[in-house]
């Protein structure tokens, strides 16, 4: 499989260690990057600090998808607002014939694809905004990677991978065919623990079960998980708020095996961490609301499902995020209520 063309489309945490382990198993990715990031992996190669060590991986590494060509395979690696930003740009990497893959946080464009209900066709415009990012990546070649595993951009060209290493792969409305199971090959050739899912949509619940309450309140707040989760007031929001979500999945056909509680158990085992979320807000970057709250929310909206405890967690994390100057949205934009 060396001789297929691979792109991944966004160097940081998550991209920079799958493209770099992708190198360092011979499957030769190229590597879209920017600014300082894209300079140091150009002059010294992307050095990734791993359980095993660190090493340095010599990728292909541009900002400019024209150069790169029609692919094989391309690996979304992109937060959800910068997709939408940078969608158009990546048309030159796409063929009929190209595997997408999503390697996202939070609800993916793709999410309503193959449906055969009410919600067949449908455009979630939370995180597909007029269709820009379904018209550059079509949904129809789209497939999920659920990444549990932690990372961090020490410095540019310098990433650090934490704790886990699972992906759990599949395509959307329980297809599985030779193009998925490639990809799922191709990850454990680059050592990541793999599973292939007949129900990609499922695995990106779960994850989005726990994402969409502890990071925005994390945002909002400014504290930590244990403290978040110590505390009564704001471990029965998230209660609450998992509860609603479990009520929009049931809609949309996906059953979570645990509870809210058991689920707020176990993410209490992992001790104190900052969520992405509010790393984020602390390094004034821009903050993945869309993909993680605001989809969810239009979701509720289309299944007909009442989230008076998320849709309030969405307002305020919005203008925290706002009055940072970390997300684009106009308080008197109906489209966007």
């Known amino acids: 499989m060396s ?3 691979m792109a991944v489309v966004g160097g940081g945490a998550i991209g920079g260690v799958l493209a770099a382990r992708l190198e360092r198993a011979g499957l030769a990715p190229a590597l ?6 894209l300079e140091a992996i150009r002059a010294r190669g992307l050095e990734v600090f791993d359980e095993d060590g660190s090493y340095v991986a010599r990728l292909n590494a541009t900002d400019r998808p024209a150069e790169l060509g029609v692919q094989d395979i391309v690996f979304i690696c992109l937060k ?21 893959v999503s390697v996202m946080n939070g609800v993916p464009w793709w999410f309503l694809n193959g449906r055969r209900d009410a919600l067949a066709g449908h455009r979630l415009e939370s995180v597909d905004p007029g269709g820009v990012v379904s018209a550059a990546l079509p949904s129809a070649q789209c497939c999920g990677c659920v990444v549990h595993l932690s ?3 020490r410095a540019p060209g310098v990433i650090a991978k934490g704790r886990g290493n699972q992906m759990i792969v599949g395509a959307s409305a329980g297809r599985t065919d030779a193009g998925v199971r490639q990809i799922a090959e191709l990850l454990r050739q680059a050592g990541f623990d793999v599973e292939l899912t007949a129900q990609i949509e499922a695995a990106i619940w779960a994850k989005l079960w726990g994402n969409m309450t502890m990071n925005p309140i994390s945002a909002i707040t400014g504290s930590t998980s244990d403290v978040i989760l110590d505390d009564p007031f704001t471990l029965q929001l998230i209660v609450n708020v998992m509860e609603e979500a479990q009520r929009v999945g049931a809609k949309l056909g ?3 095996d645990m509870t809210a509680q058991q689920r707020c158990a176990q993410t209490r085992k992992l001790g104190a961490f900052k969520t992405s979320m509010l790393q984020d807000l602390e390094g004034a970057r821009p903050l993945e609301i869309d993909g993680i709250v605001a989809a969810p929310r239009e979701l509720a909206q289309l299944t007909e499902v009442a989230t008076p405890w998320l849709d309030t967690i969405l307002g305020l994390v919005r203008q925290r995020a706002m009055n940072a100057g970390l997300y684009r949205y106009s308080v008197g934009d109906a489209s966007a209520v």
């Open 3 to 5: 001789d297929l063309k």
């Open 151 to 153: 990372s961090a951009v």
């Open 32 to 37: 879209l990057a920017r600014g300082r990031h």
């Open 80 to 100: 959800g607002s910068a997709l939408v930003d940078a969608a158009a740009t990546l048309t030159p990497l796409i063929g009929p014939a190209t595997r997408i």
């Open 254 to 256: 996906i059953e979570v």
